[in-house]
T-cell receptor, first 113, second 112 residues
Framework: DAGVIQSPRHEVTEMGQEVTLRCKPISGHDYLFWYRQTMMRGLELLIY????????DSGMPEDRFSAKMPNASFSTLKIQPSEPRDSAVYFC???????????FGPGTRLTVL | GDSVTQMEGPVTLSEEAFLTINCTYTATGYPSLFWYVQYPGEGLQLLLK?????DKGSNKGFEATYRKETTSFHLEKGSVQVSDSAVYFCALSDSNAGKSTFGDGTTLTVKP
């Protein structure tokens, strides 16, 4: 398996623009997680899905953030409008079942100017 | 709720030194415990895990033992290498919770 795939790997945009991050989990994994990592705040869980259904979105910082999982092999995290404080590395991860280890993608480094 | 407390970093060691990174946890159930490693510019990757009390996880010379009586899962390695320089995260996951709880991470730098 190719592992968790994220795109783009790097994104530079201007404040106010819409940003869409994409993730393809490992085939057969039931859980998908979106994280944000910054020096100041460390690793934060934004939202996670089980069988394509959002289970906990309490970590989504504001209404500007939204996430979808239309099918088992694809998820998006959208920021609209983007702000400079959204600059971070965003990771997608998947796991086979609850309680198992997570497999992380390489991350998307987002810079909002 | 569940929580994980890791030894604060950064930690700087000379090559071939002994490594210990402390990790303690609080959980209501019987979680599985994990150590993840993050190399510069990469995502986290599983280093080792233990699923029940007294289990020892091991990989690449690293070891950690699930100690229920002290609620700990300390990471150890007998002789570190420069290539072990990375950020190490302790985590727990309860089969009923869905998500994992991560510690804040400990940055290890190994100097030649």
């Amino acid at each position: 398996d190719a592992g968790v795939i994220q795109s783009p790997r790097h994104e530079v945009t201007e404040m106010g623009q819409e940003v869409t991050l994409r993730c393809k989990p490992i085939s057969g994994h039931d859980y998908l997680f979106w994280y944000r990592q910054t020096m100041m705040r460390g690793l934060e869980l934004l939202i996670y899905f089980n069988n394509n259904v959002p289970i906990d979105d309490s970590g989504m910082p504001e209404d500007r953030f939204s996430a979808k999982m239309p099918n088992a092999s694809f998820s998006t995290l959208k920021i609209q409008p983007s702000e400079p404080r959204d600059s971070a590395v965003y990771f997608c991860a998947s796991s086979l079942v609850s309680g198992h280890s997570q497999f992380f993608g390489p991350g998307t480094r987002l810079t909002v100017l | 709720g569940d929580s994980v407390t890791q030894m604060e970093g950064p930690v700087t060691l000379s090559e071939e030194a002994f490594l210990t990174i402390n990790c303690t946890y609080t959980a209501t159930g019987y979680p599985s415990l994990f150590w993840y490693v993050q190399y510069p510019g990469e995502g986290l990757q599983l280093l080792l895990k233990a699923t029940k009390a007294d289990d020892k996880g091991s990989n690449k010379g690293f070891e950690a033992t699930y100690r229920k009586e002290t609620t700990s899962f300390h990471l150890e390695k007998g002789s570190v290498q420069v290539s072990d320089s990375a950020v190490y995260f302790c985590a727990l996951s309860d089969s009923n919770a869905g998500k994992s709880t991560f510690g804040d991470g400990t940055t290890l730098t190994v100097k030649p």
